[in-house]
């Protein structure tokens, strides 16, 4: 499984997901900084990439339109870069334990008690 992980969060996700051993790219490493959402969700679906983001509202309704996508992770909600790292540690064991993340979303919500995990069809069926 493969990341991109969206301009509006820290380069340092790409470290977390790389010392899990999973492929992981911030998108100003790929030439997509100031990208249009439409175009960072094609570049994503295009190359197989789990996009990994904190837009929830953008990329759901882009994604909805995909019959077929590799997967998207949503931080929940905007945090720092230390929140961002622990969240996305949570979301990286979850989805260790999964064949895919095809047409799913993973949110990852911080909250007061800790991580909550929520995983989902997407588009629903």
């Known amino acids: 499984m493969r990341f991109l992980v969206d301009e509006c969060l820290s380069p340092l996700l790409v470290n977390v997901a790389r010392e899990a051993s999973f492929e992981a ?38 994604y909805e339109r995909q019959e077929v996508h ?12 230390e929140e961002q790292s622990r969240l996305f540690q949570t979301a990286v064991a979850r989805v260790a334990q999964l064949p895919d993340l095809v047409n799913k979303v993973l949110e990852v919500h911080f909250e007061p008690a800790g991580e909550r995990l929520e995983l989902y069809d997407f588009p629903p069926p």
């Open 70 to 81: 590799p997967g998207l992770v949503i931080l929940v909600p905007s945090v720092g870069r």
């Open 25 to 62: 790219y911030h998108l100003a490493h790929v030439g997509g900084a100031s990208w249009p959402d439409w175009r960072i969700a094609a570049y994503a679906v295009a190359h197989d990439m789990v996009l990994v983001t904190n837009n929830a509202t953008d990329f759901r309704a882009l």
